[in-house]
């Protein structure tokens, strides 16, 4: 089945630093990726949707500026932390979805950044 | 807008038992897609089972089905012969005929008990 590969899974970075999120679907092309953030015992909230070759789409609330994200590859979407605070402190996950695989989106296994 | 409702935040059933976990929704998009996935203690999302909104039939995946009562726009989870291994977080989601992305509910923890 289709696998979207995330790294890396853990992340414990200094409070003003910068941390980069990769996501990457393997043996298929995503033009599209999504970016979601999970705070503990919480649901799924999306940041952003990652489209290839144009500026991402934030939903509302979400720091563009803070929460960088680039689509250079039809395999590969970024998210980049900038300047990073303990309240950014979270579960953060990516998805894409292989159309040939059905309805599913598959997710990727997702990184847990501590801030400190 | 789109809303997922999970009113179970915890259920316990007993191993080898069914169980079923309620999702109701609201959407105003003609079509739509339902979701559900698993997620256990090491954070990744598992794909469970999906629903089209104009599926004459209940979504079936070996031990999971779909109960989708479309008029009273709920799609619950049914488990059958839970395991130990069923224990984990399940999420409802929809995503709408317009969208790509999803909506989440609050999620229901499930544990089975042996």
């Known amino acids: 089945g289709a696998v979207v590969s995330q790294h890396p899974s853990r992340v414990i970075c200094k409070s003003g630093t910068s941390v980069k999120i990769e996501c990457r679907s393997l043996?298929?092309?995503?033009?599209?990726m999504f970016w979601y953030r999970q705070f503990p015992k919480q649901s799924l909230m999306l940041m952003a949707t990652?489209?290839?070759?144009?500026?991402?789409?934030?939903e509302q609330g979400v720091e563009k500026d803070k929460f960088l994200i680039n689509h250079a590859s039809l395999t590969l979407s970024t998210l980049t932390v900038t300047s990073a605070h303990p309240e950014d402190s979270s579960f953060y996950i990516c998805?894409?979805?292989?159309?040939?695989?059905?309805?599913?989106?598959?997710f990727g296994s997702g990184t847990r950044l501590t801030v400190v | 807008a789109q809303k997922i409702t999970q009113t179970q935040p915890g259920m316990f059933v007993q191993e080898k038992e069914a169980v079923t976990l309620d999702c109701t929704y609201d959407?105003?998009?003609?079509?739509?897609?339902l979701f559900w996935y698993k997620q256990p203690s090491s954070g990744e999302m598992i794909f469970l089972i999906y629903?089209?909104?104009?599926?004459?039939q209940n979504a079936t995946e070996g031990r999971y089905s779909l109960n989708f009562q479309k008029a009273r726009k709920s799609a619950n989870l049914v488990i059958s012969a839970s395991q130990l291994g069923d224990s984990a977080m399940y999420f409802c989601a929809m995503r709408g005929h317009y969208g790509q992305n999803f909506v989440f509910g609050p999620g229901t923890r499930l544990s089975v008990l042996p």
């Open positions: 998805s894409a979805r292989d159309p040939s695989e059905g309805y599913g989106y598959t």
């Open positions: 990652s489209n290839e070759g144009s500026k991402a789409t934030y």
């Open positions: 043996d298929f092309q995503a033009t599209t």
């Open positions: 959407t105003s998009d003609p079509s739509y897609g």
């Open positions: 629903q089209g909104s104009y599926d004459q």
